[in-house]
């Protein structure tokens, strides 16, 4: 690490440095950055693709400050990847946050589309955890702690729904729809049909119980 920091001309941000001091690199089989580099293997971007004439030609007088980041991103950032396909993952110095994290933006080369930012490395690695779950979601066999702590999400949000404290139940549904996990689209549907049945009564199930909404009340 200290090889590293001394190379690059800067201390890296802590929730990076916390993965190179804990894993020092990392393949990932999911999405189209395969393998993260280990801390002798990283180095600046370099914008190798003229990236950021074009992105500055796009400022107008009224770009946003996260646009005027984005367009000096490619000249400043430190590229994280050692295997991709025609993708990116690049952490920006110039972005950061009242922590010191750095930004961090995937771009796909192939795509068209504007890099996807996540606010810190954590950020970033904490989605391809949930992206993993996801895609396993519907395996019977793909069971461990975090699938089971989900389904737990779960039931406890119809307790909450039924108890009427409805935002109680989307903070735990939207979680453990992140996962992936099964029920949870569901009763989201339900609750937003109850969100836009103001001023109407309706008879709707949630799992195995079937109450009656009114605007602000649940009724078993």
């Known amino acids: ?25 990392w393949r990932l089989r999911d999405d189209s950055i395969h393998q993260l580099g280990a801390a002798h293997e ?22 946003t400050e996260q646009e005027v980041l984005l367009a000096g991103m490619w000249e400043r950032a430190l590229q994280l990847e050692t ?6 993952a690049l952490l920006d110095p110039g972005d950061t946050d009242d922590d010191g994290e750095w930004a961090l933006y995937v771009y796909h080369g192939w795509s068209g589309e504007y890099p996807t930012r996540y606010p810190s490395f954590r950020a ?10 996801a895609e396993r ?19 406890r949000a119809r307790e909450e729904a039924l108890s009427g404290r409805w935002e109680a139940a989307r903070e735990l549904l939207d979680l453990a729809r992140l996962y ?41």
């Open 137 to 155: 979601a519907q395996l019977p066999e793909f069971v461990n702690d975090t699938t089971r702590a989900r389904d737990a999400d779960v039931a």
């Open 180 to 220: 992936g996990r099964p029920g949870a689209w569901g009763m989201l549907g339900q609750l937003d049909v109850l969100a836009q049945g103001a001023g109407t009564v309706a008879l709707i199930s949630v799992g195995s119980s079937r109450i009656r909404a009114a605007p602000t009340i649940w009724c078993p």
């Open 83 to 88: 295997d991709s396909d025609m993708s990116y």
């Open 124 to 133: 970033y690695m904490q989605r391809r955890y949930e992206s993993f779950h």
């Open 42 to 63: 990283i180095d600046w971007f370099g914008d190798p693709f003229g990236m950021t004439p074009m992105y500055r030609e796009s400022l107008g007088e009224r770009a």
């Open 1 to 25: 690490m200290a090889d590293a920091e001394r190379r690059l001309g800067t201390r890296l941000p802590s929730s990076y440095r916390a993965f190179l001091l804990t894993s020092n690199g």
